[in-house]
């Protein structure tokens, strides 16, 4: 039977960086090094092959010109290649992943991301465990058809839809977590996969990749003492289309007058304004206590239990199309790829 060929995406992050001698400092390296690093590569039931970005980058450094590049190398390959493996820093990658998840329209292969906390050369790294799972994982199929077709993140041992991760914790090996949907998989003896968790789409069309983004858009973190100026300032910022607010709680704000004043003038010029809890589990329930009904009453959007990184990603998406307001609406309170429940 004909080995599932896999395509590896680096484009840069702790995985493949390494140390420079002088300044002490983590810099990304070239990628073949990376493979010559962990040579178990070449035990497993598959053929890989891989791409690297040209100038591998620390992923604080992510914006839409390189999640473009990551969706056209899968829309480039996607014949070719039964999986793929994106190799990311773990910074930014639950964001990188949410947006992926929506610009690849009609997906049925496995992109699976991953990355490390410790450098691979490192004599304590968890990159090859992460490395090699993903790669098992993407070559998974039943009579020829892939068991992942989705967008997943695979960090120390648990597989979890990308855009419902979020990055927990700056140095342990368990650095990610899915607070409102469980783990797709794990692995242990065994690849224990939770298949009623997976989504199994059969689409008619093949797959679209749509890369538009809107980037004119911002995230508030509310705090009690919140100043007028300065929600003001937001507000006024020029071009400025989407705004996420993250409340407290299951979606619940000042009452003050000027803070319902404010947003309720954005909303009739026409902003698109999101409720996020800022609570790590959990969703936002308007209406549920009075603090939140005058958000529902003014025309603001429930997010429900969406992660914040998922939110930028929906809405920089969501704006790159020409919809009215109740269609953007409709569209933001919908799960599209499994992103909220
Ligand atoms: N700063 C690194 C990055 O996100 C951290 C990592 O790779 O885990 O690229």
Request: net charge negative; no cysteine.
């Given at each position: 039977m004909r080995k599932p060929n896999i395509l590896l995406i680096y484009t840069g992050g702790t995985i493949g960086m390494v140390k420079d001698a002088d300044t002490g400092v983590l810099k990304a390296f070239d990628f073949d090094s990376l493979l010559v690093r962990i040579p178990e590569i070449r035990l497993l039931e598959c053929v890989i092959e891989t791409v690297s970005f040209e100038e591998p980058i620390?992923?604080?450094?992510?914006n839409p010109i390189y999640w473009e590049a990551m969706a056209k190398i899968i829309e480039a390959n996607y014949e070719k290649f039964d999986g793929f493996v994106v190799l990311h820093g773990s910074d930014t990658m639950s964001y990188s992943a949410s947006v992926l998840s929506f610009m690849l329209e009609n997906l049925e292969k496995p992109v699976v991301f991953t990355g490390s906390?410790?450098?691979?050369?490192?004599?304590?790294?968890?990159?090859k465990e992460n490395l090699i799972t993903s790669i098992q994982l993407a070559s998974l199929h039943n009579d020829r058809i892939p068991v992942i077709r989705e967008v997943c993140l695979y960090f120390e041992y648990k597989l979890y839809r990308g855009n419902r991760t979020?990055?927990?914790?700056?140095?342990?090996?368990?650095?990610?977590?899915s607070p409102n949907y469980p783990t797709l998989a794990e692995s242990g003896v065994h690849l224990k996969i939770n298949d009623e968790l997976l989504r199994k789409e059969k689409y008619k069309e093949k797959l679209i990749v749509r890369t538009q983004l809107d980037t004119n858009i911002g995230v508030l973190k509310l705090f009690p003492g919140i100043s007028e100026p300065l929600v003001q300032a937001i507000l006024n910022t020029k071009g400025l289309r989407g705004l996420i607010i993250e409340t407290y709680g299951s979606g619940n704000a000042t009452t003050e007058k000027w803070f319902i004043d404010l947003l309720e003038k954005a909303i009739n010029r026409g902003l698109h304004v999101i409720n996020v809890t800022q609570c790590s589990g959990g969703g936002v329930i308007m209406g549920k206590y009075d603090t939140s009904s005058q958000l529902e009453h003014i025309g603001i959007i429930s997010g429900k239990d969406i992660t914040t990184e998922a939110a930028v990603a929906k809405l920089m998406y969501l704006l790159g199309y020409n919809i009215s307001s109740e269609e953007f609406q409709f569209y933001f309170e919908k799960s599209l790829r499994g992103e909220m429940t």
């Open positions: 620390d992923s604080s450094n992510m906390q410790l450098p691979i050369g490192d004599l304590r790294t968890d990159a979020t990055k927990i914790n700056a140095e342990h090996f368990e650095a990610f977590d």
